[in-house]
């Protein structure tokens, strides 16, 4: 073996090294590490509750969680960016889903403008004034909920969360969950 080999292999075997428990990563056991779920604690995971919360809509209206949860089977929130990915999943959502579940309330939740006005631009210049969206003006909400773009959480009438952190991809998740609700 050369000796630029060699130096090449243990500069490489020196950057794995120095990278903290990295030889899990090299071979994950496909656990899942998150803790155990406490049923009826409040928290971002399925089979908690849902943090409640207020936020404004677009129109300076604000919308309680557990006041729409009154008011309706489930609460969808989809976490959206109105970027190309966003505006398919919710175009998507919208033209397939929305209308075939009556009794579910929709809210877009745009956690990049960090304004309602800002949010209410980007809302009307991507044509989705049919949906409520909901603007958090600090990142505490979307910490709260551990979601990102694309990020869909079901919430049941009681409030446990059926549902987080599923992607959108093509809606069947979607549907099947709020199928599935009582």
Same mark, same amino acid.
């Given at each position: 073996?050369?000796?630029?080999?060699? +130096?090449?292999?243990?500069?490489?075997?020196? +950057?794995?090294?120095?990278?903290?428990?990295?030889?899990?990563? +090299?071979?994950?056991?496909?656990?899942?590490?998150?803790?155990?779920?406490?049923?009826?604690?409040?928290?971002?995971?399925?089979?908690?509750?849902?943090?409640?919360?207020?936020?404004?809509?677009?129109?300076?209206?604000?919308?309680?969680?557990?006041?729409?949860?009154?008011?309706?089977?489930?609460?969808? +929130?989809?976490?959206?960016?109105?970027?190309?990915?966003?505006?398919?999943?919710?175009?998507?959502?919208?033209?397939?889903?929305?209308?075939?579940?009556?009794?579910?309330?929709?809210?877009?939740?745009?956690?990049?403008?960090?304004?309602?006005?800002?949010?209410?631009?980007?809302?009307?210049?991507?044509?989705?004034?049919?949906?409520?969206?909901?603007?958090?003006?600090?990142?505490?909400?979307?910490?709260?909920?551990?979601?990102?773009?694309?990020?869909?959480?079901?919430?049941?009438?009681?409030?446990?969360?059926?549902?987080?952190?599923?992607?959108?991809?093509?809606?069947?998740?979607?549907?099947?969950?709020?199928?599935?609700?009582?």
């Amino acid at each position: 073996m050369s000796f630029a080999r060699r +130096l090449l292999i243990m500069l490489a075997l020196m +950057l794995l090294a120095g990278c903290d428990n990295m030889q899990d990563d +090299l071979s994950p056991s496909g656990a899942d590490r998150r803790p155990d779920v406490v049923l009826g604690s409040v928290g971002p995971q399925v089979g908690q509750i849902a943090p409640d919360f207020t936020l404004d809509d677009t129109l300076y209206t604000p919308h309680t969680l557990s006041t729409e949860l009154g008011r309706t089977r489930a609460v969808v +929130l989809y976490f959206n960016m109105w970027c190309p990915i966003c505006d398919t999943h919710a175009n998507h959502m919208r033209q397939h889903i929305v209308s075939d579940f009556p009794n579910v309330r929709f809210f877009l939740i745009d956690y990049v403008s960090g304004s309602v006005s800002f949010s209410r631009s980007n809302q009307v210049a991507s044509g989705y004034t049919d949906f409520t969206v909901l603007v958090p003006t600090s990142d505490s909400f979307t910490k709260r909920y551990q979601a990102t773009m694309g990020s869909t959480v079901v919430i049941d009438a009681s409030g446990q969360i059926v549902r987080m952190n599923e992607d959108y991809l093509d809606g069947n998740k979607l549907r099947t969950t709020l199928e599935a609700l009582p």
